[in-house]
């Protein structure tokens, strides 16, 4: 079984420009979820998706970060503008059901952004 | 207010020796508790969780831990570490909110 697809697996901006990432969960899982994990820390919950609704999202900074997965499938994750503090590794993760407390999620290699 | 706290930063044992990975929380209702796995410029692998039922909870790689309501605490351990099992290591929960803790590098020593 594959697993969660990402890309690009490293990017490196400038302040003040603006990024996408890609997210390809595994087929078949129906919620879908982007972390931003700063180093040192652990994952932190930007957005999740149910098939192609937002069941979570009271983490995301709105004013400059996106996410859509249209289709319910693939999805992606926007920054503008780019700020220094949102250098981090970006997570994008897949469980199988509806969004259950008790689902496991299984995560992708994460795309690693740099602000300079 | 929900919350997962891993209390040491990195725990240092030699190869052979049991670990723990210590992991406390403060969840009302049951608090959905679980542990990931997080090697080099890798993504996290699932280890293990507790959802209901019995208290010590078997998972992969030989790791196991346990639920302890009254300490609020769901420590990882392992019998005998290998030194593959360095890795960084992540409890959280997934009761009303999805949330990590800050992590402990475990390190082992030939």
């Known amino acids: 079984e594959a697993g969660v697809a990402q890309s690009p697996r490293y990017k490196i901006i400038e302040k003040r420009q603006s990024v996408a990432f890609w997210c390809n969960p595994i087929?078949?899982?129906?919620?879908l979820y982007w972390y931003q994990q700063i180093l040192g820390q652990g994952p932190k919950l930007l957005i999740q998706?149910?098939?192609?609704?937002?069941?979570?999202d009271s983490q995301l900074p709105k004013d400059r970060f996106s996410a859509e997965r249209l289709k319910g499938v693939d999805s992606t994750l926007k920054i503008q503008p780019a700020k220094l503090e949102d250098s981090a590794v970006y997570l994008c993760?897949?469980?199988?059901?509806?969004?259950?407390?008790?689902?496991?999620?299984?995560f992708g290699p994460g795309t690693r952004l740099t602000v300079l | 207010a929900q919350s997962v706290a891993q209390p040491e930063d990195q725990v240092n044992v030699a190869e052979g020796n049991p670990l723990t990975v210590k992991c406390t929380y403060s969840?009302?209702?049951?608090?959905?508790l679980f542990w990931y796995v997080q090697y080099p410029n890798r993504g996290l692998q699932f280890l293990l969780k507790?959802?209901?039922?019995?208290?010590l909870v078997k998972g992969s790689y030989g790791f196991e831990a346990e639920f302890n309501k009254s300490q609020t605490s769901f420590h990882l351990k392992k019998p005998s570490a290998l030194v593959s099992d360095s890795a960084l290591y992540f409890c959280?929960?997934?009761?009303?909110?999805?949330?990590f803790g800050s992590g402990t590098r475990l390190s082992i020593r030939p």
């Open positions: 993760a897949s469980s199988l059901s509806g969004g259950l407390v008790t689902d496991t999620q299984y």
């Open positions: 087929s078949g899982h129906a919620t």
């Open positions: 998706f149910q098939n192609n609704g937002v069941v979570d």
């Open positions: 969840v009302s209702g049951n608090p959905y």
């Open positions: 507790y959802i209901t039922g019995d208290n």
């Open positions: 959280g929960s997934s009761a009303s909110k999805i949330i």
